[in-house]
């Protein structure tokens, strides 16, 4: 079992940054594939990246590449999201979720576990 608990959500200017946490509880975080997806108002949860256990490999949507950057801290058993140059279309709920399958892939199905999720919104 893994609890995860996303912070760092809030409201930005376009072009701002913001870093998104996300603390997990257990001691085999290192075991687990970590993703951020987000969801907008009236749309579907969709990927936005994932970072391997090891945190060797990362993978991004389209939509944020360049512009997000993912990493973990497995001794403190964390991992973020940094979000710059944010644009208005970012706007949405983050939420984090961890995989404890072999592969690492950009498909909701695939995580058993999900943070509460934290408020991105992003002013034009």
């Known amino acids: 079992q893994v609890q995860l608990v996303e912070s760092g959500g809030g409201l930005v200017q376009a072009g701002g940054s913001l870093r998104l946490s996300c603390a997990a509880s257990?001691?085999?975080?290192?075991?687990?594939?970590m993703g951020w997806f987000r969801q907008a108002p009236g749309k579907e949860r969709d990927f936005v990246a994932y970072i391997t256990g090891s945190g060797g490999i990362t993978y991004y949507a389209d939509s944020v590449k360049g512009r997000f950057t993912i990493s973990r801290d497995n001794a403190k058993n964390t991992v973020f999201l940094q979000m710059n140059s944010l644009k208005p279309e970012d706007t949405a709920v983050y939420y984090c979720a961890a995989n404890s399958g072999l592969v690492a892939v950009p498909t909701r199905s695939a995580y058993d576990y999900w943070g509460q999720g934290t408020q991105v919104t992003v002013s034009s």
């Open positions: 257990g001691r085999t975080f290192s075991n687990y594939v």
